[in-house]
């Protein structure tokens, strides 16, 4: 389950799927044949699942992590206001009892809070809780800086009653609920901040000069930041139970889980997930074969080569779904070559994208058109495909003036009274193997057409600081976003251009600067389609990127797993379970 | 003697501070910041060249709030100061990854390098020192060249590439499954498990990384002990020895051995910070949570405290390595005799 947006990466590796199943598993997915019919479809508890992470999580402090085995591991233990369908994707309430009530200048949210939740020490999970928990992320001192970055419009929170909390918001903004919905996790405060220092620091003391918090903030930040790294407890239908550095991270149902049999509120059923480190991808794979693991996610050569034997397909389903993120080209807009759109438009036209799909990606994954996860309502399937054209980039380029005019092969044109050649470098980030071989392929099919560019490899940090600088002609990079609502502002908005924003390609155009002001502002969903349906036609025609495509992500899941579904947000192991004759692992005796 | 030991203390401490500024430097003025690394989503992104977005703007300043939690806003000079200042306190920081304690990380990680790397150890010198003499008795012979080639052989092969085709082959795969392809124990290894149970299961385990860390280390461990074999029995007293009608055997173990033993005393000093040191491939390889692994780990992810925390470790061992190998020497070479004038 995807929580806020903070916790992005999780979709790298996690799983988003298409609609449907247009697309997944390519096998039949038939239960195992001992399995009696009837138990085969009322899910029933126990067994275990054992998952791959590629590494240990840095550590499980719900606020302070940053990584994407943590998130996951965190989204079974803690729980939010809201929750999203996983086949809508909707907004729908979890610990509140309804979505928010939205006042009239759209600035203030009021969440009614539901009665029955306890945490998994039994404790009753109240309003004070959910302020508590609003406040240490607001907290400056908390060692959470890029998550409080989401909550800068959240400026003032208070109790209504035991059971009622009021936020408000700096403007008006529709993903406003959905920052406060779906990002916050909800913590115990009796857990969390054991001796009630924040209890008279308001949220409004917090956005204050940090110098001049009193005493006990600081030291329920140091407490905070220090002291609850290995040893989360939430009101999730998962507890942490053990996490054994370097080896494996372990959690346990919990039995007296308060949305036990409550309606509308999902079950789980497998009694432990462990989650096993393995740093080395071959040896995952030579595990999950060996049966020592249950599901990991493949590479895609794992994918077509190595996992299609007779007897692998006989033990594991493959599942193939989307992960909400594009890759592709940006070309520096102030470059003077790339400063005019007939050049990159040529450039796409040059850029082979289905054949890079079919021979780079192995058919894992879909070309794009457009900045948005194309299984969002936003995503304007009628856009101008640019299919690989030759001849007809090279009709737009002598348009536009580029010809090679002294015979040195490479074409060349006078732009502000200088012959200037078409030349330019490529940014690749050195741990991304499909950059590379995009760049290669495209670097040789340039050439062929008398255009020059250069390759330089760049340590993933260095790479980041040039693009950030706009020290680039050109690099290839991918976004990781989410399968919810988007908001592009912060890529398309011509503010984005200065101050080491993420516009990093400098693309300026009032029109889209208007329409990304107005969608923000936007409660109306159908509107807000509407506006980004227009910005995705200016950018269809300027391509200020080359877009290149989504990819699709494959994990393995073995048989005796029941349930195992693609949804458009991803595969969910919550929902996993194993009839009793096909159980691997020992019930476990379950500790209160 | 005594003296001799203090004077090479003292000089130990410049030598420390040296090393540690170079390490220090170093870590710090190579690109990249951990700060920029986290903020684009940490680590993950690295992997797909990917960043996650969505945040509302401010991260610049998110950015140099985190550095100033870390104190990374200051000039170097005083980050060194403060680290060095530390240090004697045997204080290495916390890690920014989790804020823990560099040193609980490091001494939580100890005892599986330790392992790991004594049983590979013995390992390369019981089968590298018989491997010596036997090539030294019978230099130039149809089995010295042979155990020569295939010591070169063995040095010669990268070990990720013989560490891949072993899981890929021998470790439950599509092929043999001989020994598990990673970890230190099984999925279902309890602490209830009889002794014997645990023994069996951890060996099983631990077999595999072992060979493969020895394995390169047989030609250079051999070859020095053949040459120093070879040079002793050049000698005049092995002559006198052979002279006086003793038995070849007794030549060879009583005589020879042990003055070509001396020279392989120098040799601990590199063995002590290996001990620490690790192997980060045969670790990350195989999954094992040793220092190795964690020093790996720590480079990419920028967090200074527990590279440079490594780093000084080793710098230690390493120096106190080479002092105990210069008094080693004194000890079974009674010719060498330290700061008495001559």
């Known amino acids: 389950m995807l929580k806020g947006s903070w916790r992005l990466l999780l979709s790298l590796f996690l799983l988003m799927g298409c609609r449907g199943g247009e697309t997944a598993d390519t096998e039949n997915r038939s239960a195992p044949p001992i399995v009696a019919k009837q138990e085969a479809t009322t899910p029933v508890t126990g067994d275990w699942l054992v998952t791959h992470a590629l590494s240990d999580p840095e550590q499980l402090n719900p606020l302070t992590s940053n990584d994407a085995t943590a998130s996951e591991i965190l989204s079974f233990i803690f729980q939010s206001l809201l929750t999203r369908d996983p086949r809508t994707l909707e907004l729908k309430p979890l610990i509140a009892q309804s979505r928010p009530i939205v006042s009239e200048d759209k600035r203030a949210y009021t969440f009614k809070i539901r009665r029955d939740v306890h945490f998994q020490d039994g404790r009753p999970l109240t309003g004070e809780d959910v302020l508590f928990s609003v406040k240490a992320i607001k907290c400056p001192l908390v060692n959470a ?113 308060w949305g036990n049999s409550k309606p509308g509120i999902d079950q789980v059923f497998l009694d432990r997930i462990k989650y096993r480190i393995i740093n080395n991808m071959d040896a995952a794979l030579v595990t999950l074969k060996s049966g020592s693991l249950d599901t990991m996610d493949l590479t895609p050569i794992q994918h077509t080569r190595g996992t299609n034997s007779e007897r692998f397909k006989r033990e594991f389903q493959k599942l193939e779904y989307f992960a909400p993120s594009y890759s592709y080209i940006g070309w520096n807009n102030e470059n003077p070559i790339f400063m005019d759109k007939r050049v990159r438009q040529a450039m796409t036209y040059l850029t082979n994208r289905r054949q890079m799909v079919k021979t780079l990606l192995f058919g894992l994954g879909e070309v794009v058109n457009g900045p948005i996860f194309f299984f969002r309502p936003e995503y304007d399937k009628t856009l101008h495909d640019y299919p690989y054209n030759p001849d007809k980039a090279l009709t737009i380029l002598r348009e536009a003036g580029w010809k090679d005019s002294d015979g040195d092969g490479i074409l060349d044109k006078i732009i502000n009274g200088k012959r200037t050649p078409f030349r330019f470098e490529f940014k690749v980030p050195s741990g991304s193997s499909t950059g590379k071989s995009i760049i290669l392929v495209l670097q040789e099919e340039l050439k062929k057409h008398g255009i020059l560019a250069t390759v330089r490899e760049l340590d993933w940090t260095i790479f980041l600081d040039d693009v950030k600088n706009h020290k680039f002609d050109a690099v290839i990079m991918a976004w990781a ?107 476990e005796t379950m500790l209160q | 003697m005594g003296r001799y030991i203090v004077q090479r203390l003292f000089l130990l401490i410049p030598t420390f501070v040296g090393v540690t500024l170079v390490g220090f430097l170093v870590m710090h003025l190579a690109p990249g910041d951990p700060a920029e690394l986290r903020a684009a989503g940490g680590l993950g992104g690295a992997r797909e060249g990917a960043i996650s977005r969505n945040k509302q703007g401010g991260v610049d300043e998110a950015l140099s709030q985190w550095r100033k939690q870390y104190g990374l806003d200051r ?268």
Request: net charge neutral; charged share 20%.
């Open chain 2, 75 to 342: 000039p170097l000079p005083i980050q060194y100061a403060v680290w060095l200042k530390n240090l004697v306190t045997l204080n290495f920081g916390e890690s920014f990854k989790d804020n823990q304690s560099v040193w609980n990380k490091i001494i939580e990680r100890v005892p599986v390098t330790v392992k790991l790397n004594v049983l590979s150890l013995l390992l390369v010198y019981l089968i590298a020192i018989p491997l010596g003499i036997y090539s030294a008795t019978h230099s130039n012979s149809l089995g010295d060249q042979i155990t020569t080639l295939v010591a070169f052989v063995l040095f010669a092969v990268p070990l990720i590439w013989a560490a891949t085709m072993a899981i890929v082959f021998i470790c439950g795969g599509d092929f043999l499954y001989l020994f598990p392809p990673a970890g230190l124990e099984s999925l279902d290894y309890s602490s209830h498990w009889s002794l014997w149970r645990k023994l069996k299961d951890q060996a099983w385990h631990i077999f595999l990384p072992v060979v493969l860390l020895s394995y390169d280390g047989f030609a250079g461990l051999s070859r020095y002990m053949r040459a120093s074999m070879l040079e002793v029995m050049g000698q005049d007293f092995v002559q006198m020895a052979r002279a006086k009608g003793l038995q070849e055997r007794v030549v060879i173990f009583k005589h020879v051995l042990r003055n070509s033993l001396i020279p392989q005393v120098t040799i601990l000093a590199s063995i002590l910070p290996g001990l620490i040191g690790g192997s980060v491939i045969i670790e990350t390889i195989f999954s094992i949570p040793g220092l190795g692994q964690l020093g790996y780990e720590s480079v990419l992810a920028r967090d200074y405290p527990t590279v440079l925390a490594l780093f000084t470790v080793s710098a230690i061992l390493t120096l106190v390595g080479i002092l105990i190998s210069d008094l080693l020497l004194a000890v079974v070479d009674p010719r060498i005799a330290f700061g008495r004038r001559q």
């Open chain 1, 145 to 257: 800086p890029f998550l409080q970055v989401y909550f800068n419009s959240i400026i003032d929170a208070e109790m209504i009653d035991e059971y009622s909390i009021r936020f408000v918001t700096k403007e008006p903004y529709f993903l406003n609920e959905s920052v406060l919905g779906e990002n916050v996790l909800i913590l115990p405060r009796h857990y969390y901040d054991p001796e009630n220092l924040l209890k008279d620091v308001t949220l409004r003391d917090l956005l204050r000069d940090p110098s001049k918090l009193p005493d006990k903030v600081k030291k329920f930040a140091d407490n905070f930041n220090k002291n609850y790294s290995r040893n989360p407890v939430g009101s999730g239908p998962y507890k942490f139970e053990d996490w054994k550095t370097g080896r494996e991270v372990d959690i346990l149902r919990d039995p007296n889980y």
């Open chain 1, 481 to 587: 976003m989410q399968a919810s609502e988007p908001d592009e502002y912060q890529v398309w908005h011509s503010s984005q251009a200065a101050n080491k924003g993420s516009d990093h390609i400098s693309y300026k155009n009032a029109r889209v600067d208007r329409i990304l002001e107005d969608y923000r502002r936007e409660f109306d969903p159908k509107k807000r389609v509407k506006l980004y349906r227009e910005f995705q036609e200016i950018l269809n025609d300027e391509q200020p990127y080359t877009f290149l495509f989504a990819r699709k992500s494959v994990s393995a899941v073995q048989r005796r797993f029941h349930g195992v579904e693609v949804y458009p947000a991803g595969l969910r192991p919550q929902e996993w379970w194993v009839p009793r004759s096909a159980q691997k692992y020992a019930r």
